[in-house]
């Protein structure tokens, strides 16, 4: 079905702190619109909003036909303890709730409940559209197509997060909504899912707006681009792709700079002027007063026309920057700037693993022999489930071994961003969870720190587990940045962060002189930021290209 979603004039915010207003969005089929923005600028709760999970404070949305289905996939697919995998593909692609509905008028049709033939029809009809009938052979094919070896029937919350990467994946190629909301697709995702997503969204005649971090997957799929500018309270459309809005934004607001600080270099010179002119005509007047005598009325009457000469071109002044047209001045944008603190240097040998072997279920990674050193920056590459993040555990001998020996150098200080930011997920607030870490810091420092980071007041005293994904991100860089490191170690460090703080972790790393270890499905990092050695982990082999 062809479907068009349009928003008008929709606004939205937390608090008393206005996120946007005045929105104006219409996805036509065939649309990709990127919706780009610093985290916290309300990019997800747009999402939700288009999706009808949130009331917007003002504006009204509208759904043509309005039978249609928006399908919204958040940020972080749910694992709920009992759903089978299975279930899990039903419940995202809106099978279940349509099974519920077609359920509900079958009974009704059975009770003889009025109107029971219409509500019939349209739950079919719809339950059809969102592929119900053959969604159990879709699933089966699609999920061997992505090498997702495991049976439907397995619990979710039993798979590694490779698996469930693989999983939400399915969720999204099973999927036939008429509208696609995607929030943070790219996240966990290796480069063969990335391609296999990218074909998908560009091949989609349905309309889609999609919430992602990934620079290269932006580039290749979006042909509209919506920015969400918190910084000076405004929602920006650029016409054409993502690159096109990058120049496009660069463009814009050095034009906006150029032209406030015209009209403010304007207004200053007229304003020079008036206090130049009223200076002159006090002065003629103290003069008149003093050097004229009561017979010298020419002289006088002289002094007195010049001196209301001055007035009046002071008033004329005046009359001008009034009539400036005013142009408010570009707010200042938040910039992260960020540094990776370095510890002294450790010894020559950083980690090294000798026939180390690691069983996890029935995955195994190795036998691994192998050797990092001082000043080593290893790119860590693979698909997703093959073992890399169990690969950095065993160097930093955070797995037990079920053969072989793993050791870390003398001197060796860690600094880490797993793939889970474990550090910030429990009850605890945000700032004891931090402090703890970092004990040598007063609290007055934790707060600057986390400040810095773009976590303020409303965040430090909050559990660190009810933080966003991109916020626990963020606290996890400022650790770095809290204590010094040598071996810094980094996996899939841009999942959930937005861009500024991606460049700018691009930037810390390039400055930071230890010895590194990355993982990350990152094309745009990994072709930005220089190694030394690059590890490929297949199947739990590892190989050194």
């Given at each position: 079905m062809s479907a068009t979603l349009v928003a008008k004039d929709l606004a939205a915010g937390h608090g008393d702190r206005v996120l946007f207003s005045g929105l104006e969005l219409v996805v036509a089929p065939g649309d990709i619109v990127g919706l780009v923005g610093a985290n916290g600028a309300g990019k997800s709760t747009l999402l939700r909003m288009l999706a009808g999970t949130d009331r917007p404070e003002e504006g009204v949305l509208r759904l043509s036909p309005p039978t249609a289905v928006v399908g919204y996939l958040p940020q972080e697919p749910d694992r709920r303890p009992g759903e089978s995998v299975g279930a899990f593909l039903s419940r995202r692609t809106g099978v279940t709730a349509a099974q519920t509905a077609l359920d509900d008028a079958t009974q009704g049709l059975v009770d003889g409940v009025p109107g029971a033939d219409d509500a019939y029809s349209v739950a079919l009809e719809r339950w059809l559209a969102l592929g119900g009938a053959d969604l159990d052979e879709r699933a089966d094919a699609v999920a061997a197509d992505l090498g997702l070896t495991i049976g439907l029937d397995q619990q979710m919350t039993s798979l590694s997060g490779g698996q469930a990467a693989r999983a939400g994946l399915a969720s999204l190629l099973l999927s036939r909504y008429d509208v696609f909301l995607l929030d943070e697709p790219t996240n966990d995702l290796d480069l063969d899912g990335l391609d296999r997503l990218e074909t998908f969204v560009t091949g989609l005649r349905s309309g889609t707006v999609v919430v992602s971090h990934d620079r290269e997957f932006l580039a290749r799929t979006v042909n509209r681009v919506v920015e969400l500018d918190l910084a000076q309270q405004q929602v920006n459309t650029f016409g054409g792709g993502y690159e096109s809005y990058l120049e496009e934004r660069e463009t814009a607001r050095r034009h906006a700079r150029e032209e406030y600080d015209e009209y403010a270099d304007t207004k200053a010179a007229l304003q020079q002027r008036a206090r130049t002119q009223r200076a002159w005509m006090e002065k003629g007047v103290k003069n008149a007063r003093r050097k004229a005598p009561d017979n010298d009325k020419v002289g006088r009457n002289a002094r007195v026309e010049a001196?209301?000469?001055?007035?009046?071109?002071?008033?004329?002044?005046?009359?001008?920057?009034?009539?400036?047209?005013?142009?408010?001045?570009?707010?200042?944008?938040?910039?992260?700037?960020?540094?990776?603190?370095?510890?002294?240097?450790?010894?020559?040998?950083?980690?090294?693993?000798?026939?180390?072997?690691?069983?996890l279920g029935g995955f195994r990674l190795g036998p691994v022999t192998l050797q990092i050193d001082w000043a080593d920056r290893v790119a860590i590459t693979g698909a997703n489930g093959s073992g890399k993040s169990t690969l950095l555990r065993?160097?930093?001998?955070?797995?037990?071994?079920?053969?072989?020996?793993?050791?870390?150098?003398?001197?060796?200080?860690?600094?880490?961003?797993?793939?889970?930011?474990?550090?910030?997920?429990?009850?605890?607030?945000?700032?004891?969870?931090?402090?703890?870490?970092?004990?040598?810091?007063?609290?007055?420092?934790?707060?600057?720190?986390?400040?810095?980071?773009?976590?303020?007041?409303?965040?430090?005293?909050?559990?660190?587990?009810?933080?966003?994904?991109?916020?626990?991100?963020?606290?996890?860089?400022?650790?770095?940045?809290?204590?010094?490191?040598?071996?810094?170690?980094?996996?899939?460090?841009?999942?959930?962060?937005?861009?500024?703080?991606?460049?700018?972790?691009?930037?810390?790393?390039?400055?930071?002189?230890?010895?590194?270890?990355?993982?990350?499905?990152?094309?745009?990092?990994?072709?930005?930021?220089?190694?030394?050695?690059?590890?490929?982990?297949?199947?739990?082999?590892?190989?050194?290209?």
């Open positions: 001196t209301e000469k001055q007035a009046a071109k002071a008033r004329q002044t005046d009359r001008l920057i009034e009539r400036l047209d005013t142009v408010e001045e570009p707010r200042k944008e938040w910039d992260l700037r960020m540094e990776i603190a370095a510890a002294p240097r450790s010894g020559a040998v950083v980690a090294t693993l000798n026939g180390a072997e690691v069983r065993a160097l930093l001998g955070r797995v037990p071994l079920t053969a072989g020996s793993a050791a870390l150098g003398p001197g060796v200080v860690v600094g880490e961003v797993d793939q889970a930011r474990a550090l910030f997920h429990g009850e605890e607030a945000l700032m004891a969870a931090f402090g703890a870490a970092v004990p040598d810091l007063t609290p007055a420092d934790v707060r600057t720190l986390l400040a810095k980071f773009g976590l303020k007041a409303a965040h430090v005293l909050r559990p660190a587990a009810t933080l966003s994904p991109g916020e626990r991100t963020r606290a996890a860089l400022a650790l770095l940045q809290a204590r010094g490191v040598n071996l810094l170690v980094l996996d899939e460090p841009t999942n959930h962060l937005d861009l500024p703080a991606i460049e700018q972790l691009e930037s810390a790393m390039a400055s930071y002189r230890g010895t590194l270890l990355l993982v990350t499905h990152d094309r745009r990092m990994l072709a930005a930021v220089e190694t030394t050695r690059r590890l490929r982990v297949q199947d739990g082999e590892v190989t050194e290209d």
